[in-house]
């Protein structure tokens, strides 16, 4: 048992979050699984941890995904989204209770299908062999920016038809718009509005020369009058090309960070190819590029023995369910062979990611074409040097690595 290093109130802002959340986590499973925390504007919300508890809140319909029938936090103001563009970005899928969310995900899954998914695999090769080949011209540097930032951003760029003299913008503002401080409120208003324009130009180029690309099949979508606004067209492109982003830029820059601190499951992964599925399972569970979602109680809900009024403001983490000892055995332990899917990363439930393929398949092509290109890497500084992004997403800032 570990020794209670929990304060009465608990801060999402503190220490305890970002710097050594996972022993905070460890605790919270132990003493206080549903519990409440401090949220960035100094509200209280409810943080639920422990496995079944999330899983069963993450399919709750009484548990809603819908920012406009939220009545005590505004989650969206942190990130700063200016009032006039809220529509714009909280009308996709991600961001709606049923029956919206059905015919939006319906909609989207049409055209984002496993048989495109498959077919860019080739393509997410050859992408990874190109950046990594520069990189190796380099002698050494930031694996974030050289291969875990540019090989999802180039993938979603290029299945929406993204021009490359946009691609460097658009990286900046995804960065940006995922921030849920609001210490950088007012530089992530001005990174909404220009990504709101540039999708909004992009759609206008696709009416006008329509492609093969996803984008031009939304916007057929949209134009043939089959049940999608103008709003909710642009917050599913805002939502595909930040979520499709940001999280698999965390997925690889965390793995490679867990595989050259762990070199016992290097060594093993290297010798075995066939454990490299697995091994991205293990990274999604181990490290959650995305540590927590948010919904709002509709009405009283009781979660893990705890009543919550109906118009709370829930927080699901999902990084303390996936090393809850409940359901995974030794859970703080990262091993590529685990081969357990379970984990809750992707979500559950009517809001499980539909980007989840696309992600597992760019994180399997870049750690295949990672430990292929250098068989002997390394961190280039101490891992507790290293920078890492903040609550809500967890990923290093930079990777600085070096090989032999």
């Given at each position: 048992?570990?020794?209670?290093?929990?304060?009465?109130?608990?801060?999402?802002?503190?220490?305890?979050?970002?710097?050594?959340?996972?022993?905070?986590?460890?605790?919270?499973?132990?003493?206080?699984?549903?519990?409440?925390?401090?949220?960035?504007?100094?509200?209280?919300?409810?943080?639920?941890?422990?496995?079944?508890?999330?899983?069963?809140?993450?399919?709750?319909?009484?548990?809603?995904?819908?920012p406009?029938?939220?009545?005590?936090?505004?989650?969206?103001?942190?990130?700063?989204?200016?009032?006039?563009?809220?529509e714009?970005?909280?009308?996709?899928?991600?961001?709606?209770?049923?029956?919206?969310?059905?015919?939006?995900?319906?909609?989207?899954?049409?055209?984002?299908?496993m048989?495109?998914?498959?077919?860019?695999?080739?393509?997410?090769?050859?992408?990874?062999?190109?950046?990594?080949?520069?990189?190796a011209?380099?002698?050494?540097?930031?694996?974030?920016?050289?291969?875990?930032?540019?090989?999802?951003?180039?993938?979603?760029?290029?299945?929406?038809?993204?021009?490359?003299?946009?691609?460097?913008?658009?990286?900046?503002?995804?960065?940006?718009?995922?921030?849920?401080?609001p210490?950088?409120?007012?530089?992530?208003?001005?990174?909404?509005?220009?990504?709101?324009?540039?999708?909004?130009?992009?759609?206008?180029?696709?009416?006008?020369?329509?492609?093969?690309?996803?984008?031009?099949?939304?916007?057929?979508l949209?134009?043939?009058?089959?049940?999608?606004?103008?709003?909710?067209?642009?917050?599913?492109?805002?939502?595909?090309?930040?979520?499709?982003?940001?999280?698999?830029?965390?997925?690889?820059?965390?793995?490679?960070?867990l595989?050259?601190t762990?070199?016992?499951?290097?060594?093993?992964?290297?010798?075995?190819?066939?454990?490299?599925?697995?091994?991205?399972?293990?990274?999604?569970?181990?490290?959650?590029?995305?540590?927590?979602?948010?919904?709002?109680?509709?009405?009283?809900?009781?979660?893990?023995?705890?009543?919550?009024?109906?118009?709370?403001?829930?927080?699901?983490?999902?990084?303390?369910?996936?090393?809850?000892?409940?359901?995974?055995?030794?859970?703080?332990?990262?091993?590529?062979?685990?081969?357990d899917?379970?984990?809750?990363?992707?979500?559950?439930?009517?809001?499980?990611?539909?980007?989840?393929?696309?992600?597992?398949?760019?994180?399997?092509?870049?750690?295949?074409?990672?430990?292929?290109r250098?068989?002997?890497?390394?961190?280039?500084?101490?891992?507790?040097?290293?920078?890492?992004?903040?609550?809500?997403?967890?990923?290093?800032?930079?990777?600085?690595?070096?090989?032999?």
């Amino acid at each position: 048992m570990n020794q209670p290093h929990l304060p009465e109130v608990l801060d999402l802002g503190s220490e305890l979050f970002h710097t050594d959340q996972y022993a905070t986590y460890r605790d919270l499973l132990e003493q206080r699984p549903v519990t409440k925390v401090r949220f960035y504007d100094g509200s209280f919300v409810w943080l639920v941890n422990r496995y079944e508890d999330v899983r069963a809140a993450l399919s709750d319909p009484r548990l809603s995904n819908d920012p406009t029938k939220q009545s005590d936090v505004d989650l969206s103001a942190a990130t700063g989204v200016p009032d006039d563009l809220a529509e714009y970005f909280q009308r996709n899928m991600f961001r709606s209770d049923e029956p919206d969310h059905g015919r939006l995900r319906k909609l989207v899954t049409r055209e984002f299908t496993m048989r495109r998914i498959n077919a860019l695999r080739p393509r997410i090769q050859e992408i990874a062999e190109d950046l990594l080949e520069k990189f190796a011209a380099t002698g050494g540097g930031d694996l974030v920016s050289a291969l875990a930032r540019p090989l999802p951003l180039t993938v979603m760029c290029e299945l929406l038809g993204v021009p490359e003299e946009d691609r460097a913008n658009f990286q900046i503002w995804s960065q940006h718009v995922v921030e849920s401080n609001p210490a950088f409120a007012e530089r992530n208003a001005v990174s909404y509005r220009s990504l709101f324009e540039c999708v909004r130009s992009l759609i206008r180029r696709r009416r006008d020369e329509p492609g093969e690309d996803l984008l031009s099949a939304l916007v057929d979508l949209r134009d043939s009058g089959d049940r999608l606004s103008e709003a909710e067209l642009i917050s599913t492109v805002f939502l595909l090309l930040v979520a499709g982003i940001e999280t698999t830029v965390n997925v690889i820059g965390t793995g490679a960070f867990l595989l050259l601190t762990h070199p016992g499951q290097l060594a093993l992964l290297r010798a075995d190819g066939a454990l490299l599925g697995s091994a991205v399972e293990e990274v999604l569970r181990y490290m959650a590029p995305i540590e927590m979602t948010s919904r709002h109680t509709l009405e009283p809900v009781e979660i893990g023995g705890v009543s919550i009024d109906a118009g709370s403001t829930v927080l699901i983490n999902l990084a303390a369910a996936n090393r809850d000892p409940a359901r995974f055995e030794d859970p703080q332990s990262f091993r590529v062979g685990r081969n357990d899917g379970s984990h809750l990363t992707f979500g559950h439930g009517i809001h499980y990611c539909l980007g989840a393929a696309l992600a597992r398949a760019e994180a399997e092509v870049a750690f295949g074409v990672l430990l292929k290109r250098f068989p002997a890497l390394d961190l280039a500084v101490p891992a507790a040097e290293l920078t890492w992004r903040h609550v809500f997403m967890r990923g290093p800032v930079e990777l600085p690595v070096s090989w032999r």
